[in-house]
């Protein structure tokens, strides 16, 4: 059994920065993939940016420049660094872990833009 926490949402103003952060734990031998999801209203979910164990990252085209991922792999957590925010970015930031028994969501930490 894996567990899936994020934390860090909130309400914010248009060019803010909020920190989410993400901590797996239970039954985990090694992470292969930490990440985050985002679904806004009325949208599908969509990948925002994910870290490999090895340090490899992607990020979405509609954040880069603006957020920012990192891990901590002794601490099983990742984070997202999201500054500069835009309306576009309210949306219910969902953490992914991938580990070799399949994948595992958070339930998710509501972010919202707005003036």
């Known amino acids: 059994q894996v567990r899936v926490v994020e934390s860090g949402g909130g309400l914010v103003q248009p060019g803010g920065s909020l920190r989410l952060s993400c901590a797996a734990s239970?039954?985990?031998?090694?992470?292969?993939?930490m990440g985050w999801y985002r679904q806004a209203p009325g949208k599908q979910r969509e990948l925002v940016t994910t870290i490999t164990s090895g340090g490899t990252i992607n990020y979405a085209d509609s954040v880069k420049g603006r957020f920012t991922i990192s891990r901590d792999n002794a601490k099983n957590t990742v984070y997202l660094q999201m500054n500069s925010l835009k309306f576009e970015d309210t949306a219910v930031y969902y953490c992914?872990?991938?580990?070799?028994?399949?994948?595992?969501w958070g339930q998710g930490t509501r972010v919202t833009v707005s003036s």
């Open positions: 992914y872990v991938l580990i070799r028994g399949g994948g595992n």
């Open positions: 239970g039954s985990i031998f090694s992470i292969e993939i």
